[in-house]
């Protein structure tokens, strides 16, 4: 059945409508700006000064080990993409291929997760706007955003995808000027406000050199810095990449479009993430990055150029909308393929004529506008707490994405694979998967490795042991929901989830 005509009625019949189905209305294009813009954001334009002060010029190190490890994770998920397009795939996935249970707890994790992460980004939308007009209230600019991006949702996916791609490019253009800019520095020797001349040398020869702190340092008022300290910061900036799983469901053509995007993820780390920030520490001293303001500000103002503040804030703001769009899309899609499971209330996956989840966008932007209140109502609490579940519900999700990538390949080798993989077995059909995970046989437990690595370092940081320890409760209330929800104890793929999911997958065909 054509996606494009799910309104017709079908050839032949006169009293039988086609339910409507997602429709898969993204062009290449689309997924690859959508995968880019998912890796930059404010944690990149702000948050960048932070872990720059962790580990100086190592903070290169820490960005390409913790790049690889993303791209390991989206590899994982995109080899089930290809393989078996669906909206919602983590919950999918880990439904289908691990126990009905690990997609509940993916799924609600994932939504969740996005919940609070589009509740800062509108909380902070105000700023960006009061940097041009200080007169009008915060809550104000956070309600017109959130309608206007909850009606964009419901215009249908091309309109999301179409704006996903300019939000892009506006990033992307940010990001080039600077490092360009930035080149233009130190090639031409221009004199920049700290008085020390612009170099890549400057890595190895200022204020301790390119390993400042070693791999982990504790100072004298008990906190660590440290080459591995700032790989928490580091591998929570990357979030959102993994958004090219939500849309393999909604794809032109996702067998060729998801590898392309996929793949893609590497030189972008490198281009937008090491290059950027090499740039910055060769014109800037990285001991002068002091948080205060942007790094990207300050290699404009170190040498002049002053309007570059307004700009940046121009571009934090299509950020901030770019990032709540991603989110009310993926939580939109993902509460759609948790109802087709049995996992969500029966009207969240149901759609309009347009092939949107019409239930999931409303339901997802009223509860992130009850969040965005108490963020405003109680501000302490929102990013004490919630942010902290916001932290570890994303390594939860790369692990559990990891984990499946195991059941799925178990489940394939069995015979029981999806598509042309159904019927063949053990090697063979291991072999026939399209686009493989590398190493598959280790990679998945050397990136569990890493993940679980990064949450024991969490617990040496003052600002992230909280996300631990929520982590913990936030998992025990998943599980319990997932009990209460689900009604049964057993954790093994039984004869009722596979109805389930077949059901679904017939659905979203």
């Known amino acids: 059945m054509s996606d494009v005509t799910a309104a017709k009625k079908p050839r032949g019949t006169d009293d039988v409508p086609v339910p409507p189905t997602l ?16 890796a930059i954001g404010t944690g990149l334009f702000y948050g960048s000064s932070e872990s720059i002060q962790l580990a100086g010029p190592s903070i290169l190190l820490a960005y390409l080990v913790g790049g690889l490890a993303i791209f390991m994770i989206v590899r994982a998920l995109s080899e089930m993409a290809v393989e078996d ?21 993916s799924g609600w994790n994932y939504w969740f997760n996005y919940v609070l992460v589009a509740m800062v980004e509108l909380a902070v939308v105000g700023s960006f706007v009061n940097y041009w007009f200080p007169n009008i209230p915060k809550w104000v600019s956070a309600a017109v955003f959130l309608v206007a991006i909850a009606a964009l949702n419901l215009m249908g996916v091309n309109k999301f995808g179409e704006f996903e791609f300019w939000f892009a490019i506006i990033k992307i253009v940010a990001v080039l000027a600077m490092i360009l800019g930035g080149l233009y520095v130190v ?3 221009v004199p ?4 020390i001349r612009a170099s890549f040398a400057n890595w190895f020869t200022v204020d301790g050199g390119f390993l400042p702190h070693g791999l982990m340092t504790r100072n004298a008022d008990g906190t660590w810095t440290g080459l591995l300290m700032a790989l928490v910061v580091v591998m929570f900036s990357f979030g959102g990449t993994e958004l090219i799983g939500i849309t393999a469901g909604e794809t032109e053509n996702p067998r060729t479009t998801i590898p392309k995007a996929t793949n893609g993820i590497i030189w972008r780390i490198l281009v937008f993430y090491i290059c950027a920030l090499g740039v910055i520490m060769a014109v800037i001293p990285w001991s002068k990055i002091d948080g205060d303001s942007s790094p990207f500000v300050q290699i404009f103002d170190s040498v002049g150029v002053h309007a570059a503040a307004g700009i940046l804030n121009f571009v934090c703001l299509t950020a901030v909308m770019s990032v709540y769009n991603s989110g009310l899309y993926a939580n939109s899609r993902m509460l759609y393929s948790l109802a087709k499971q049995g996992n969500a209330p029966a009207y969240l996956g149901k759609l309009s004529k347009k092939g949107v989840p019409v239930g999931g966008v409303i339901t997802s932007a009223i509860i992130i506008a009850i969040a965005v209140v108490v963020v405003f109502v109680w501000p302490e609490f929102a990013f004490n707490y919630l942010m902290s579940i916001a932290t570890i519900a994303a390594a939860i999700n790369w692990i559990m994405i990891m984990i499946t990538e195991i059941k799925f390949r178990r489940v394939v080798a069995a015979g029981d694979g999806p598509a042309e993989l159904k019927g063949l077995k053990g090697k063979e059909a291991l072999d026939k998967i399209a686009f493989k995970l590398p190493f598959a046989n280790v990679t998945p437990y050397v990136v569990i490795a890493f993940m679980l690595l990064v949450v024991v370092l969490m617990c040496f940081s003052a600002s992230y042991r909280i996300a631990v320890i929520a982590g913990v409760i936030w998992l025990a209330v998943l599980f319990a929901a997932a009990q209460l929800a689900l009604g049964k104890s057993g954790s093994e793929r039984g004869e009722e989830a596979a109805v389930i999911v077949d059901a679904a997958a017939a659905t979203a065909e």
């Open 192 to 195: 920049t406000a700290s008085g």
């Open 85 to 105: 397009p669906k909206a919602g795939a983590f919950s999918y996935y880990a439904t289908r291929y691990w126990s009905r249970r690990a997609g509940f707890i």
């Open 23 to 38: 429709r898969k209305s993204l062009k290449n294009r689309h997924i690859q700006l959508i995968a880019l813009g998912g």
């Open 187 to 189: 090639i031409a020797n």
